[in-house]
């Protein structure tokens, strides 16, 4: 068994049963469509992407750093793909990026740290990025979109509370700076 | 694309997060050797495990009598299993039996068939094996095992209710051959 530390993104489809329920052919396409560049940004971002089971996606970066711009590539991506659908066939991510010390056996990605991970993916809203402070504190003053702290939350099955900041990637990059630089306070989702 | 129709066998781990949270490294020694058994089991059933992520295993089988013997098969030996370990190292398995017409792609199993699996097996108490009743009607007075109604539930992200039968696998042979005969009533859990 192989243990390494890495940042773990986990991503997963909004109401993916429910879609699946509605239109599972229309629903599969569009999936297979998105995790076509859902893939691909990850392996630009040097991630690797472990076994996934419908619509979620785990993938583990050596860096917190490209684990973030990766989750920011993807949700960029994805939302100037969903502009051009019909209402619909929009099919939004939820990610969760977190610190932690995994395990890699045949093939396959375990620990705290990956459940953990999946949890933040679930706290987060359509089309968001949460990451856990340990993931934070890796990235603070490293990339160039601000983030808004969530406060802490308590978690399904995990034992302490975690806490979580969002990723405000949808300023555009003026804003960004502005807020980076202090002269812009964040505006209200 | 591939469409067929399938049963679909889901299990997890009851309070994974949890048992990683506590001990990683025992937690992911004992899911390795349940889940050898459980692939064993479920390959001696003529099913195929599909895509697995962390503690879920996603299978499909050809037969829904097969699928729900396989079920059997999995919980019985978990059990002899933990019945030698330490309270503190059991691992149990919930698992949700259904049917679907459902659709292949990659190597990976979609449609809302297998999500219904999923949630299905989500709303079983740890060690059970609960079956939608479409697959319930595929293995009525084909199986030696009897099963209690459960009613409907609504399962998230799912449109409409689904009945849930639960098979009672725990009990002895002779118990459950009285009761198929009916010449005994079905015990409480």
Known sequence: MERRLAAIL???????????G?????TLATLSTYRDVVDSLIAEHQGHVFGSAGDSV???????VQSVR?????????NRRNADLPDRQRME??????LGDIMVQNDNLYGDGVNVAARIGEVADPSDICNSSEAYEQIAGKVSFP????GERNLKNIA????????????????AREI??????????
Chains 1, 2 share one sequence.
């Open 58 to 64: 785990v993938a583990e970066f050596g860096s917190a």
């Open 10 to 20: 986990s991503a997963d489809v909004v109401g993916y049963s429910r879609l699946m």
């Open 70 to 78: 990766c989750a920011v590539a993807i949700q960029r991506a994805i």
């Open 22 to 26: 509605a239109d599972d052919e229309g």
């Open 147 to 150: 983030t808004s702290s969530l």
């Open 180 to 189: 980076l630089r202090g002269s812009l306070s964040l505006p209200d989702k």
């Open 160 to 175: 302490r509370p975690v806490s979580i900041y969002r990723v405000d990637w949808r300023l555009d990059d003026m804003q």
């Open 93 to 98: 991510f939820r990610i969760g990026v977190n």
